[in-house]
């Protein structure tokens, strides 16, 4: 059944001549194979509509009784007093699919889907596909994908992928005979998965079809010696190990496989039926950027110690050299976050959260010292940031402590040499966290 957006169905109870005027007028009585199942067949196939409104007269035999009119949203049809067949009238204008429009008609004996009729007259019919581009019934492909069949046809697949080269990480886009999507189906990519695109084709009479990647370059086959890309390859491995016989389906990997980078997979699937024209349906996936390096701010407390001489006053006049010590305390550093793996914020993976080391400078004097160390992060871009603090020391310059000093500073070199180590933590701040908030 077609979903009509926003579009609302007025049920309106309509007589002589009005009933006469419908656009279509729809048959429901008992099923001739079954009488027990409602059946709805075309009784007078009418025009479509030029005013956005469609009007659906339902003729009821067999003492059915009608009791609701199903679209988008649902809304009670009353059997009109007088006993004539009750009119569906439906707001067609805001309709973006024209080319069909599918009732299903809720009786006493069940519910049934009345035939498709054309709902405007000032459009076009959708294109149909060319005989041959699609299977008969889409429903039954789809049935066969989400059973233990096309499980065990995927798997089939994937073995002769690795055999082939395919990597294990690679991703399978399967489409219907159709050329639409077979659920389930990603909307977005993470950048630089292999991405293989797999038919379900009928195995009987099935078009030839091939895949024409417009805005992501291929850069390794997945396909057999020999093979331009344009057939479809492999198939389901031969018999249905569940029924012993050659199955109504199977998949078929079409082109090479691909790599792209952040932005956007477009390609277009096209199937030739024969001798028939081409048939061409436009697919587009986004593509997630992938992160591997960020600038990263730290705001924390580091515990060493530094180790300082000073002057100090003596007694009978005169300063000596005594030692000093004191904390580093509170500090803002800059630096830098490599994320091991690479870190997409939309599908983060576990090491992401664990592995993300780093190094960093005090931001007021960064030639000083630094922290070596790694965050850990719940959603990304904002960080438990820890390590391992070190700084130069302080060495005495041709004087000793005790020693008496005629006056000025204490003669003394900063060196690695006297390098002194603590300990950090903070909080992290990355210049990717507008993007892992965006991705949330």
């Known amino acids: 059944m077609r979903c009509l957006g926003s579009s609302v169905v007025v049920l309106g109870l309509l007589g002589g001549i009005a009933a006469a005027d419908a656009n279509y007028t729809m048959a429901i009585g008992v099923s001739k194979t079954d009488p027990t199942r409602p059946a709805c067949d075309l009784a007078a196939d009418g025009k479509p509509s030029r005013t956005g409104s469609l009007q659906v007269r339902f003729t009821l035999k067999d003492q059915v009784t009608l009791s609701s009119v199903t679209t988008a949203p649902s809304v009670p049809v009353v059997q009109p007093p007088d006993g004539t067949d009750p009119v569906a009238t439906i707001d067609v ?39 041959g581009a699609a299977a008969p019934d889409d429903r039954a492909a789809s049935r066969w994908w989400l059973s233990d069949h ?21 991703r399978f886009l399967v489409y219907l005979p159709s050329g639409q999507p077979a659920f389930p189906t990603p909307t977005s990519l ?57 199955p109504e389906y199977e998949l078929a990997a079409v082109g090479p496989y691909l790599r792209c980078g952040a932005g956007s997979l477009a390609y277009d699937l096209t199937f030739k039926p024969g001798a028939a024209d081409a048939v061409t349906v436009a697919h587009t996936l986004e593509v997630r950027p992938e992160y591997s390096f960020a600038l990263l701010t ?19 006049g005169g300063s000596t050299v005594a030692a000093k010590h004191d904390r580093v305390g509170p500090s803002i550093l800059i630096g830098g976050q490599w994320m091991v793996g690479g870190v997409d914020y939309t599908d983060m993976r576990w090491y992401n959260y664990l592995l993300n080391p780093f190094i960093a400078f005090d931001a007021a004097s960064p030639l000083t ?7 850990l992060t719940i959603r990304g871009g904002i960080s438990l940031a820890f390590g391992l603090a070190a700084h130069r020391g302080t060495r005495l310059k041709g004087v000793q402590l005790g020693d008496a000093l005629s006056g000025g500073d204490v003669p003394k070199d900063d060196t690695w040499h006297e390098q002194r180590l603590g300990f950090f933590i903070g909080a992290a701040f990355d210049s990717k966290v507008f993007e892992a908030l965006k991705a949330h």
């Open 93 to 131: 204008k805001s309709m973006k699919d024209t080319d069909a429009l599918t009732l299903t008609a809720v009786t006493d004996k069940g519910p049934v889907d009345c035939p498709s009729v054309r709902a405007l007259a000032d459009r076009a019919p959708a294109p149909q596909p060319a005989a």
């Open 369 to 375: 010292g630094f922290v070596v160390g790694d965050t």
């Open 150 to 170: 096309g499980a065990s046809a995927l798997d089939a697949l994937k073995r002769r992928g690795k055999q082939r080269g395919l990597p294990d990480d690679a």
């Open 298 to 316: 730290t705001l924390g407390f580091d515990s060493t110690i530094s180790h300082d001489f000073q002057a100090v006053p003596a007694m009978g």
């Open 190 to 246: 993470r950048e630089g998965t292999p991405v293989q695109i797999v038919m379900i084709q009928p195995v009987q009479g099935g078009p030839t079809v091939a895949v024409t990647t417009k805005s992501c370059a291929a850069f390794k086959a997945f396909r057999v010696a020999g093979d331009d890309g344009t057939t479809k390859q492999g198939g389901d491995g031969g018999l249905d190990p569940a029924t012993a016989v050659r």
